[in-house]
């Protein structure tokens, strides 16, 4: 097995997922949808959109406890993403590091 070619297309792949992660959005919601949250391939909160409704001075602590559970569930679902994208170019070799 010719290792430099090994590394090599090693380097293609994670480029190419890379490259993937770009264009990646996932959404992600709490509260049964009185938050969700849009995020990036690269993890960058990109919009959140809470429900009037949950916007009452009584509610803060919930709707700050809201937004912190749709964030992580959308850093959750990008790299569930991740790992289903390096799965299927990596025939489900995994790439240290790339995590």
Same mark, same amino acid.
């Given at each position: 097995?010719?290792?430099?070619?090994?590394?090599?297309?090693?380097?293609?792949?994670?480029?190419?997922?890379?490259? +993937?992660?770009?264009?990646?959005? !996932?959404? %992600?919601?709490?509260?049964?949808? *009185?938050?969700? $949250?849009?995020? /990036?391939? @690269?993890?960058?909160?990109?919009?959140?959109?809470?429900?009037?409704?949950?916007?009452?001075?009584?509610?803060? +602590?919930?709707?700050?406890?809201? !937004?912190? %559970?749709?964030?992580?569930?959308? *850093?959750?679902? $990008?790299?569930? /993403?991740? @790992?289903?994208?390096?799965?299927?170019?990596?025939?489900?070799?995994?790439?240290?590091?790339?995590?």
């Amino acid at each position: 097995m010719n290792i430099q070619k090994l590394m090599k297309q090693a380097q293609q792949m994670q480029a190419k997922i890379q490259k +993937e992660l770009e264009t990646l959005e !996932v959404e %992600a919601s709490a509260g049964g949808g *009185m938050v969700t $949250v849009r995020m /990036s391939g @690269q993890k960058e909160l990109l919009a959140i959109t809470i429900d009037p409704e949950v916007v009452e001075p009584s509610e803060l +602590e919930m709707l700050q406890d809201l !937004v912190v %559970a749709a964030v992580n569930e959308a *850093m959750r679902k $990008v790299d569930e /993403s991740l @790992q289903e994208r390096m799965g299927s170019l990596t025939g489900g070799m995994p790439i240290p590091g790339l995590l």
